[in-house]
């Protein structure tokens, strides 16, 4: 069974702060996505990396993508108090997992001012 | 275009009873992906139609189905209901499977 670890779980930081988010499987993935989940919302796709070794970068949010493919990083960059939510990251499963969006635990992160 | 729908929004359920949730995907998307979210099991893959067929199913008890109509728009059904099965039932929908657009979510309560 492929899984996906994400940490830390919880994250409290001041405005201004930089972080970073990770998430480890042993398995490889074929894409992994990034998502933030706010309160009383459906989870939003904020990135997709493919190729190993991927760095992609959104504003202060920098995504990066394992060479194995087997694991991903988000980086924040002076976090805002708007960047508070749940971010998730997903992974592509195997053929014979059928192919599945397999979903790390998240990481709730809050930004205080 | 418009995102994606779900009805209703908050239910309450005692034990035994059964429940349907719907989804109304993207215009023109024709996969829809339904998932369980709890604090404790985090997002888990409960099934994924296409085109009104089961292309692939979680690991959940049969009391959880799922169908999908001609115009895409999806229900899923959960039976004699637990008190474990309180979560947020949210649905993705996407053109061919990829990348997946979330609903807002229902948040079933069962006392």
């Known amino acids: 069974t492929q899984l996906l670890e994400q940490s830390p779980q919880f994250l409290s930081i001041q405005e201004g702060e930089n972080l970073t988010v990770y998430c480890n499987s042993s398995?490889?993935?074929?894409?992994l996505q990034w998502y933030r989940q706010e309160p009383g919302e459906g989870p939003v796709l904020l990135v997709t990396?493919?190729?190993?070794?991927e760095v992609k970068k959104l504003k202060r949010l920098t995504f990066q993508f394992g060479d194995a493919r087997k694991d991903s990083s988000l980086h924040i960059t002076a976090a805002q108090p708007g960047d508070t939510g749940l971010y998730l990251c997903?992974?592509?499963?195997?053929?014979?997992?059928?192919?599945?969006?397999?979903f790390g635990q998240g990481t709730e992160l809050s930004v205080k001012p | 275009k418009a995102g994606v729908t779900q009805t209703p929004r908050y239910l309450i359920k005692t034990r035994g009873q059964q429940v349907t949730l719907s989804c109304s995907p993207i215009?023109?998307?024709?996969?829809v992906s339904w998932y369980q979210q709890t604090p404790g099991q985090g997002l888990q893959f409960l099934f994924e139609?296409?085109?009104?067929?089961?292309?692939n199913k979680g690991n959940f008890p049969g009391r959880f189905s799922g169908r999908q109509f001609s115009n895409s728009r999806s229900e899923m059904n959960v039976s004699t209901l637990e008190l474990g099965d309180s979560a947020l039932y949210l649905c993705?929908?996407?053109?061919?499977?990829?990348?997946?657009?979330f609903g807002p979510g229902t948040r079933l309560t069962v006392l």
């Open positions: 993705a929908s996407s053109f061919n499977g990829d990348t997946q657009y």
């Open positions: 398995s490889v993935f074929s894409s």
């Open positions: 990396v493919v190729t190993g070794g």
């Open positions: 997903a992974g592509r499963g195997s053929y014979n997992q059928g192919g599945k969006l397999i």
């Open positions: 215009s023109g998307h024709r996969s």
């Open positions: 139609y296409f085109s009104e067929t089961q292309r």
